[in-house]
């Protein structure tokens, strides 16, 4: 049996408030499952969890309870993190580097030398669109650019599993677009994708599966398909169909010379599910 890419099994994490007999839950009993060559897209509004359940993911915070595994190891383990890359949300790189130095530098701290780190380091800037920029300092880079370079030096290790944190956040369209572009590419060659991200129409177009976390607890998750399926109710569409006809669309259809191009189930968008499951109850409003 393949070990999922990522294992997340009852895991809580409960901070404590400093100076204060109180805690916060993070993450509740979380349990949640990325397989290897999906997009698995992990959402929620601000404060839901889903930075801490990324760090703990890889092993840059404890969980108070449960456990997590990367391709079967324990992700508390060094070794699990071999295979991964990772791309947080506001990454801090040395400014005075140049693209070329940067990518070199994190090249050599994954054992990368010789021949083989100059060539990958040539790879990466041809393929996130920097190989012009190689020798510019980052400090001059745009934001967008340096979402590129840090998606750069995320896939410098030839990763089998590649963690984004709100990768598009702050970048222009054409640069949003073209990481979106790399990770279909990513998932094309096998390569296992976990994103978090506020762009909820971006995420509907790359994505095979989502889990929508609100006050730390997975209150939704599946195919993306499935989750915005409308239940009890079917579209019909037709092709050249008139006024009176779609008046009339059960009686007629079968004796007109409209197509029937598709007959599917209806579907409510993303994003009208992810606010639908995530506004607070009235009950939870007057706790």
Do not use: W
């Not at 009993?29 to 897209?41: F, Q």
């Not at 701290?109 to 510019?136: D, F, I, M, P, S």
């Not at 499935?226 to 109710?233: A, D, K, P, Y």
């Not at 259809?253 to 197509?259: F, L, N, T």
């Amino acid at each position: 049996m393949t070990d999922s890419a990522v294992a997340v099994e009852g895991v809580t994490k409960v901070f404590p408030i400093p100076f204060s007999r109180q805690t916060i839950t993070a993450v509740r009993n979380l349990n949640l499952r990325v397989e290897p060559g999906e997009v698995y897209g992990l959402l929620g509004p601000n404060g839901s969890g889903k930075s801490t359940t990324l760090k703990i993911i890889l092993g840059l915070v404890s969980s108070t309870r449960g456990a997590t595994k990367i391709f079967g190891r324990d992700s508390t383990l060094v070794q699990s993190r071999e295979s991964v890359g990772f791309l947080p949300e506001n990454p801090y790189f040395y400014k005075f580097l140049t693209g070329e130095e940067m990518l070199r530098f994190f090249g050599k701290l994954c054992r990368l030398t010789g021949t083989g780190l100059k060539q990958r380091v040539q790879e990466l800037l041809e393929l996130v669109g920097l190989t012009n920029a190689r020798h510019q300092r980052l400090k001059t880079y745009s934001k967008g650019m340096l979402q590129r370079i840090g998606l750069a030096q995320a896939l410098i290790n030839d990763p089998r599993l590649v963690v984004l944190d709100e990768p598009t956040a702050g970048v222009d369209p054409a640069g949003s677009r073209l990481i979106c572009d790399l990770i279909f590419d990513l998932r094309r060659r096998g390569v296992t994708v976990l994103l978090s991200s506020h762009l909820l129409g971006q995420v509907q177009e790359i994505c095979d599966r989502v889990g929508i976390l609100a006050r730390g607890t997975l209150v939704r998750e599946g195919r993306l398909d499935e989750l915005i399926t409308i239940e009890n109710r079917t579209e019909l569409i037709l092709e050249n169909a008139s006024e009176p006809l779609l008046q009339e669309i059960e009686k007629l259809a079968a004796s007109s010379d409209a197509k029937l191009v598709e007959r599917r189930r209806s579907a409510t968008t993303l994003e009208r599910l992810f606010i639908q499951v995530t506004k607070p109850n009235e009950h939870a409003k007057k706790q």
